[in-house]
């Protein structure tokens, strides 16, 4: 996000779409939310055509973990988390500076 925040979108896009990518190709990692949250930010922060693709793809992962929370209280904790909120909300960037 620092790139964004200093003027760099285009270099912001970049960084984002590429650790999207790279997320994508691993299978189980425990901060797959947090990374797919962030590029989703970044992207549709920098005004990004592929903050859809982003986003879509966080949402699947979203869905994913949360399938597999089996308690509700803790489930609603999850789907409540500022990061997570925003991406179902397509909020875009409006969670920054979020806890993972």
Same mark, same amino acid.
């Given at each position: 996000?620092?790139?964004?925040?200093?003027?760099?979108?285009?270099?912001?896009?970049?960084?984002?779409?590429?650790a999207l990518r790279?997320?994508?190709?691993?299978?189980?990692?425990?901060?797959?939310? +947090? /990374? #797919?949250?962030?590029?989703?930010? %970044? !992207?549709?922060?920098?005004?990004?055509?592929? &903050?859809?693709?982003?986003?879509?793809?966080?949402?699947?992962?979203?869905?994913?973990v949360a399938g +597999? /929370? #089996?308690?509700?209280?803790?489930? %609603? !904790?999850?789907?409540?988390?500022?990061?997570? &909120?925003?991406?179902?909300?397509?909020?875009?960037?409006?969670?920054?500076?979020?806890?993972?």
């Amino acid at each position: 996000m620092s790139r964004l925040d200093v003027g760099e979108p285009e270099i912001a896009v970049a960084l984002a779409t590429e650790a999207l990518r790279g997320v994508e190709t691993i299978e189980g990692s425990e901060f797959g939310t +947090a /990374i #797919r949250a962030r590029c989703y930010e %970044a !992207l549709a922060g920098a005004g990004s055509p592929l &903050a859809s693709y982003a986003r879509e793809r966080a949402i699947a992962h979203i869905d994913t973990v949360a399938g +597999a /929370i #089996r308690d509700a209280r803790l489930k %609603a !904790l999850f789907l409540n988390r500022p990061m997570v &909120a925003n991406v179902l909300s397509g909020g875009g960037h409006g969670a920054r500076g979020t806890t993972a």
